[in-house]
Structure formats: structure tokens, C-alpha cells
């Protein structure tokens, strides 16, 4: 992900991950607005945003999101497989 998101929120928020939070679910929010209206351009706006302060949330936390994620879902799907 991009560290100019991460940098962007924190200039907005430094340390306040509620705020962020909050901002957050705002977000989840607009992507529900902008698919019950069909507009597509402006879904994705919001997805990216949702997506970008998911990332900062996770650096506030220490997180590494794509390792994290790559080892979580490389798990499940293989749980999936051998349920298949």
C-alpha cells in the first residue's frame, strides 16, 4: 500500500486512532451510498479511501497488512481446498 496515505492520515489524525476510526466506518458508509445509486466512479473513490485508512489504522498498530493478510488467507484457502 501507499505511504503517502499513511502519511496523509497521520498528518490528519496523528495518534487518534478512534478519529480514524470513525472516519473509517464514514467511509464504509459512502461505498454503501454510492452502490445503492449505481455510481461506480465514486464506489471506487470510497473503497480506496476505506481501504488507505484500514492501512494506516494497521501501522498505528504495527501491523504489516500484506504479510498479515498473505499468511491468514494462504491459510484459509487452504482450508477451503481441503473442504473441497
Given amino acids: 500500500m501507499s505511504s503517502i496515505a499513511v502519511e496523509y492520515y ?3 489524525f496523528g495518534d ?3 478519529a480514524a476510526f470513525i472516519h473509517l ?3 464504509i458508509g ?3 451510498f454510492a ?3 449505481n455510481n461506480v466512479e465514486h464506489a ?3 473503497i480506496t479511501e476505506s481501504a488507505a ?3 494506516f489504522l494497521a501501522t498505528k498498530y504495527g501491523l504489516d497488512l500484506d ?3 498473505k499468511t491468514i488467507y494462504t491459510k484459509k484457502l487452504g482450508m477451503l481446498k481441503t473442504k473441497a
Fill in 67 to 69: 504479510a498479515n493478510m
Fill in 10 to 12: 497521520d498528518r490528519k
Fill in 44 to 46: 471506487k473513490m470510497e
Fill in 35 to 37: 452502490m445503492e445509486k
Fill in 25 to 27: 466506518v464514514r467511509e
Fill in 16 to 18: 487518534d486512532k478512534s
Fill in 53 to 55: 485508512l484500514l492501512y
Fill in 30 to 32: 459512502e461505498i454503501a
